[in-house]
Structures are given as structure tokens and as C-alpha cells.
DNA sequence: TGAGTGATCGTA
DNA sequence: ACGATCACTCAC
């Protein structure tokens, strides 16, 4: 069981997101430390990628993005749910890969409430971090791929991205 | 299929 | 200051 370095997240988030699966979030809370596996993860890739929130650029809701690989990018949507991101590449490349699904908790809403994740986690070093880790166990489920979700406006050629990776049963 | 919910950002 | 938008979820 070891915990990824900085190298891991250091990279394209064409290659992170997808190593990701399989991997193991760890996460101190209230009821002690927790551990949930990933099963779903969706790549974010840069100012041209019109389904990504740095589209527009750097703002202060983006700007986790424009830091260097790993650490978390957290935000709200409708008002209800907290997203979970890993952020990826060299700073100033806008990418993150976000936390779609864990085993038993499918939903990018879902398992961020489960775990309690909140504004609170945004920018947070996940290397660093005592508590919130990301563990290899060795497991390396096999992986397939699938257009993004929730992205209709996106236009054309990114909303068609087979972007979205998610364990095979 | 549509309501709930509030931060964010462009426009003024 | 205002209004449109939104990487979702749940109940019909």
C-alpha cells in the first residue's frame, strides 16, 4: 500500500484519469479513517477543451486548475453538490481529472457527500495531506471508455471525447 | 421530465 | 446589481 507521489499527478490528465481507477481514496472524517476505491473518473483538459471550466480562463473559481498536479479542485454545482477534482500537469495547464464514482457510492455528488467533502478541501495537497491521501494497492482493474456526461454544451467535438473512464465488472 | 439550490461570471 | 448558467440528484 503506498501513497501516489507528486510525479503521478505530474502528467497529462489523459494518463492520470485513467490510472486512477482502481486506485484508493483514503479520508480522515469524524467516524475515524475511511477508505473508498475509485471506479469512474472524467478528464478536464485545458482552456480548449469547451466542457472544462478553464475554457473561459483563469478565474478564481479556476485557478486550482492552473496550480501544479495534485491537488484537490472542489466546487459547488446547483447549488447542492460538491464536485471532486484531482488536479493534474505542470502549473499554468489547466487540468483535472474529476471523481465520478467509487465502489459503492456511484455519482459525482453522492460520494463527495458520503465522504464530506466540502469547499474546505479546495487546494488541498494531496501529497502532503494527512487528511486526504490517494493509496496504490496494486489493484489495476481493467478500464473502459465512454463519451463525458452532464456536458450538452460543450459543443461538438469535446462533448464527443471519450474522456470518461470507468471499471469493467 | 422537471424542481431544487446557490456560487460564479459576464454585462451594466 | 442582476440574470443566466451549471462536470447533479431525486421524485414523478
Redesign the pocket.
Known amino acids: 500500500m503506498q501513497q501516489l507521489s507528486s510525479d503521478f499527478f505530474t502528467n497529462d490528465v489523459l494518463i492520470v484519469a485513467p490510472k486512477l481507477i482502481g486506485k484508493i481514496i483514503q479520508i480522515k472524517t469524524e467516524k475515524g479513517v475511511e477508505s473508498f476505491r475509485i471506479t469512474e473518473t472524467?478528464a478536464?483538459r485545458g482552456e480548449k477543451d469547451l466542457?472544462?471550466?478553464?475554457r473561459?480562463?483563469k478565474?478564481?473559481?479556476?485557478a486550482p486548475?492552473y496550480e501544479l498536479g495534485g491537488i484537490l479542485?472542489v466546487?459547488?454545482?446547483?447549488?447542492?453538490?460538491w464536485?471532486l477534482?484531482i488536479v493534474t500537469a505542470e502549473k499554468n495547464n489547466p487540468q483535472?481529472a474529476?471523481i465520478?464514482g467509487v465502489e459503492k457510492y456511484?455519482?459525482?455528488?453522492?460520494?463527495t457527500k458520503r465522504m464530506g467533502i466540502n469547499k474546505n478541501f479546495n487546494y488541498l495537497n494531496i501529497c502532503e495531506s494527512e487528511q486526504f491521501q490517494i493509496l496504490d494497492d496494486g489493484f489495476s482493474p481493467e478500464i473502459k471508455t465512454g463519451k463525458?456526461?452532464?456536458?450538452d454544451?460543450?459543443g461538438e467535438i469535446y462533448k464527443n471525447k471519450a474522456w470518461r473512464y470507468y471499471q469493467s465488472e
Open positions: 472524467e478536464y466542457a472544462c471550466h478553464a473561459k480562463g478565474t478564481s473559481r479556476t486548475m479542485y466546487y459547488l454545482i446547483y447549488g447542492m453538490h464536485m477534482n483535472a474529476l465520478r456511484n455519482g459525482p455528488g453522492k460520494l463525458r456526461i452532464g456536458i454544451s460543450a
